[in-house]
């Protein structure tokens, strides 16, 4: 069993300009095919920008590259687009779900509550991260949102798949914010999505994390130095780690 790290989307702040950084999705192949978690932005959205996307061009310095697409990725990696079958969110803003258009045949597996704030108007800020046709293609759509089992200390919901990976509420950044655990053979991963900034190992003011990020910074960190086995991993991650 292998995973892919991809950047599937450079993404680089104006301020500071030394923050360089990509977006970070899995590629795992499964038991049952292979399985994305996150798909950047897909291939529509270079060429037909959604208004989101524009304005965050605004505040970020983009590459704008196709090359980067998850879907040119797994192709280059010598797979076909058919081969994805599943595809996990963990939210649904246009940086982590454009791509879903790009796998029609993927099923969808996402939070309840994440694909409801999707689904209706925006109720607050960072909904506006939302691009309704992003979903257009009405692709399959599995929802979940019963927590009866833990993951080490977190409720988790157990996915169907092979190797063992978890769905772990953590709720803030969007309304239904998930991380993802995964058995890698060799130990655990825990990517935790938006949840915490650029792999846990920068320094950002705590109250701007609460803001964007939600709550859960501090309680990673502790897991984080408390579990120095578990490989920790965010939506967005410094250039060099690619
Ligand atoms: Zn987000």
């Known amino acids: 069993m292998s995973i892919h790290f991809l950047n599937c989307f450079t993404c680089c702040a104006r301020f500071p300009a030394s923050w360089r950084t990509g977006t970070l999705c899995l590629l795992i192949e499964s038991s049952d095919g292979l399985v994305l978690v996150d798909t950047g932005p897909g291939l529509v959205d270079y060429l037909h920008k959604p208004g989101i996307m524009r304005a965050f061009q605004l505040l970020t310095k983009m590459n704008l590259d196709l090359d980067e697409t ?3 990725q797994v192709v280059r990696l010598g797979y076909q687009p058919e081969d994805v079958h599943h595809i996990i969110l963990t939210h649904m ?3 982590h779900c454009g791509g879903l258009p790009d796998f029609p045949h993927a099923s969808v597996h996402v939070h309840t509550r994440e694909y409801n704030a ?4 925006p109720l607050r800020w960072t909904e506006l991260a939302y691009v309704r046709r992003h979903i257009a293609h009405q692709p399959k759509i599995i929802l979940y949102d019963e927590v009866g089992e833990c993951w080490f200390d977190f409720e988790a919901i157990r996915l169907p798949f092979e190797p063992e990976m978890w769905l772990v509420p953590l709720f803030g950044h969007s309304r239904g914010h998930c991380g993802v655990a995964i058995d890698t053979g060799s130990g655990w991963l825990f990517h935790v999505g938006d949840a915490a900034p650029l792999g846990l190992d920068e320094y950002v003011p705590s109250w701007l994390v ?4 939600g709550p859960h910074e501090n309680v990673l960190r502790q897991f984080s130095a408390a579990h120095p086995e578990v490989r920790i991993t965010t939506g967005h991650m410094w250039l060099d780690f690619f």
């Open 210 to 213: 609460r803001l964007v990020l």
């Open 70 to 72: 998850a879907v040119n």
């Open 118 to 121: 999707f689904r209706r108007l």
């Open 93 to 95: 803003h246009f940086d």
